[in-house]
């Protein structure tokens, strides 16, 4: 074997349950100019083999980083390894760890495109049943292969594993989806299966939810499940709401309550989070719970740059949630840069409508923007009307607002009303817009756009009035 050479050495292989076992130390060591570390970070690529990436911002990566090496060394610990051995292994692993991130982003690729970051325990889901097929390829000399990556033997070993992985992977859901139709000794379901079911859960959502996330299949009822969903029902969550919650983030219910759900519940609380509101928050977007601290503060200290108030951030994360998951670098910034290029006050648009900082520039807001461009708005006038209304650029195109702009020019107005009042795209066009102007029409008065359409039935019938009055003769 050109350029190899293997060395073999004793090795005392710490097991569970303090059990010594004697093995075989393979050492490789391998020549540079055959083999090299194809999983690069730098000019903003990830190489590795005929794939490549483009890097996150270099803070995530870094915290993706210290996840990795996280999940590693609790991987390591679970096979008998004291902290001390598993804390050197990761100090030795920078190359493994790169390797790790690239499988992550490939992983989740899709989820980067759209600058939604990964959580704690999606990272682990990503990362633990390669781990686990690594182990099952090397066994004990799996701390080796960690600090030695790459090597040709690894390269080539974890590359034809991936199959078997996918075998694996899918072996597992099954064997889990089946856990949930098996009928225990009493010739019942089981029980924590019977209770999800008494809180809305039909069978076929808990086989749904475990052949997403296998492990919901085998957390107990009395340490894991009925203590969440019973906390979650003690904060005014409606029992109706259980199921939809569970769907989204089945997760929440391996997560220790008091370890890590009441702690995380208390800090948000500190960052002005209404606890009156925690029902709603939740069920808006349950994975808030489920991210780190680093992240939450990564957020909410953009959220200070940009001139938002901390009671005003408190309300923001309250009403939106969601805002949490956008990554700062890769989302938030750059939509907040685009913004006020068009002259509108960023901290009052995040405040007033955070959720537009979710959606793409290019896919999104440029398009709109263009459209009213087109219509002759100037640049000024397109910043005017998003300040007034930030939801404008949550509707879709073809489907809101091109066929409510064709309707609003049979209307009479003129264009400078739409200035004054964008929130006309927020009307139904069937249900409020045609029916409110036939009225006004057949009256043979006008109204301004915004009494067309804000008005209550009684008020709008008192408006019409008034100003068909208008138009009598005097005596």
């Known amino acids: 074997m050109s350029g190899v050479s293997v060395i073999r050495s004793a090795l005392i292989f710490f097991m569970p349950n303090d059990c010594l076992i004697p093995t075989q130390r393979v050492q490789v060591s391998f020549s540079r100019k055959l083999f090299s570390c194809r999983a690069k970070f730098a000019d903003s690529e990830i190489d590795d083999g005929s794939v490549n990436l483009k890097v996150v911002s270099p803070a995530l990566l870094t915290a993706e980083k210290e996840e990795a090496k996280a999940v590693l060394t609790l991987f390591l610990k679970k096979q008998g390894l004291s902290n001390a051995i598993a804390a050197r292994t990761i100090n030795k692993s920078d ?131 009925k203590p969440v969903i019973e906390f979650f ?24 309550l008091t370890e890590n759900l009441k702690p995380t519940m208390l800090f948000l609380e500190t960052l002005g989070v209404d606890k009156k509101q925690w029902a709603k928050v939740i069920y808006r977007f349950p994975a808030l719970l489920t991210y780190s601290k680093q992240k939450v503060e990564t957020t909410t200290g ?30 938030l910034r750059p939509t907040a840069e685009y913004f006020h290029s068009l002259g509108v006050d960023v901290a009052v648009l995040l405040y007033r409508s955070p959720q537009t900082f979710g959606l ?21 006038d397109v910043g005017t009307m998003i300040s007034r209304y930030g939801a404008l650029y949550t509707f879709s195109l073809a489907e809101n607002i091109v066929p409510k702009w064709d309707f609003f020019l049979t209307m009479e107005y003129s264009k400078s009303e739409l200035i004054k009042f964008p929130q006309y795209f927020g009307y139904s066009l069937e249900g409020r817009i045609k029916p409110r102007y036939a009225i006004m029409k057949k009256s043979g008065v006008m109204l301004l756009l915004n009494q067309l359409l804000t008005l209550s039935d009684t008020d709008f019938d008192t408006a019409l009035k008034k100003k068909m009055n208008k138009l009598l003769p005097k005596n």
């Open 95 to 225: 190359l493994f760890i790169n390797h790790l991130l690239l499988r992550l982003h490939l992983i989740h690729k899709s989820r980067y495109l759209v600058g939604r970051e990964l959580t704690t325990l999606e990272i682990r889901d990503a990362l633990n049943p390669y781990l686990e097929s690594l182990f099952e390829e090397h066994g004990t000399h799996l701390v080796h292969a960690v600090e030695n990556f790459p090597n040709r033997s690894i390269k080539e070993k974890t590359t034809t594993t991936v199959p078997v992985l996918n075998s694996t992977i899918d072996t597992k859901k099954l064997r889990a989806v089946s856990r949930v139709s098996e009928l225990g000794p009493t010739g019942k379901l089981r029980p924590q299966i019977l209770y999800l079911m008494e809180h809305g859960l039909k069978l076929e959502q808990i086989k749904e939810i475990t052949r997403k996330f296998p492990a919901f299949a085998y957390y107990s009822l009395e340490g894991k499940i």
């Open 233 to 256: 029902l003690d904060l005014g969550v409606p029992k109706s709401d259980i199921p939809i919650i569970l769907n989204k983030r089945p997760q929440l219910c391996g997560i220790s």
């Open 302 to 331: 953009f959220l200070y740059e940009m001139g938002i108030s901390e009671e005003s951030v408190g309300k923001i994360l309250t009403r939106c949630p969601h805002i949490i998951s956008y990554s700062v670098e890769e989302k």
């Open 360 to 380: 793409s520039i290019e896919g999104n807001l440029k398009p709109v923007t263009q459209f009213f461009l087109e219509r002759g708005y100037s640049m000024e």
